[in-house]
């Protein structure tokens, strides 16, 4: 049975994980519709930033076995599912860095549309739906990298939530040249913004 995409209305194939007009996931809208979720991405693997502390992180992952070449000490995180939860002085988990190519994207994120394929456009529209402000850090411009032309870019991206939130993502190193090429985040920064 065919369906149709919410976003562009577009008629969907059996199969099709991007629409064919918009280029949106459809996973999006496959469990549950963005419109009906409140597009949280805390918790995420019983963690919540700017709440979860240290001693509660220790019982879910494994701490960093990498040292700090500067303090000779293990880096300030926690391995949960193959996500990297950082803390600070505060001990309590406050930043999360993925990049391309060495970190997947939380599953949880995937079903509210966050792919590491899609769009500069396209994430900016996916995080508008999800109910955040978007603003341009560094606008899109063409640079070149390791001899090729590369589009880069950096949006920031906020929510006002019981522990508000700010997303930074990075578009760089790619070989798409425009902000409708597929592919061209590099790296995803969310972090708290509470001052607890």
Request: aromatic letters at 12%; hydrophobic letters at 35%; a neutral charge.
């Amino acid at each position: 049975m065919r369906c149709r995409i919410p976003n562009c209305n577009a008629e969907l194939n059996p199969g099709d994980m991007f629409c064919g007009r918009c280029g949106l996931p459809v996973s999006i809208y496959q469990s549950r519709d963005v419109s009906e979720t409140s597009g949280d991405l805390f918790p995420l693997f019983g963690v919540t930033l700017g709440e979860t502390t240290v001693d509660q992180l220790a019982r879910l992952g494994k701490r960093s076995s990498m040292i700090n070449k500067n303090t000779g000490r293990p880096y300030e995180y926690y391995e949960i599912n193959k996500i990297n939860f950082w803390y600070q002085t505060r001990n309590i988990a406050e930043t999360i860095y993925i990049a391309r190519g060495i970190h997947p994207i939380p599953e949880p994120w995937n079903a509210l549309g966050f792919d590491w394929n899609i769009s500069y456009n396209q994430w900016i529209h996916v995080l508008q739906q999800l109910g955040y402000s978007v603003t341009s850090v560094e606008p899109p411009k063409i640079v070149e990298y390791e001899g090729h032309n590369s589009f880069s870019a950096q949006i920031s991206a906020s929510k006002q939530a019981r522990i508000p939130i700010e997303i930074q993502l990075n578009f760089n190193y790619n070989q798409g040249i425009s902000a409708d090429s597929q592919g061209t985040v590099y790296g995803i920064t969310v972090k708290a913004l509470n001052d607890r």
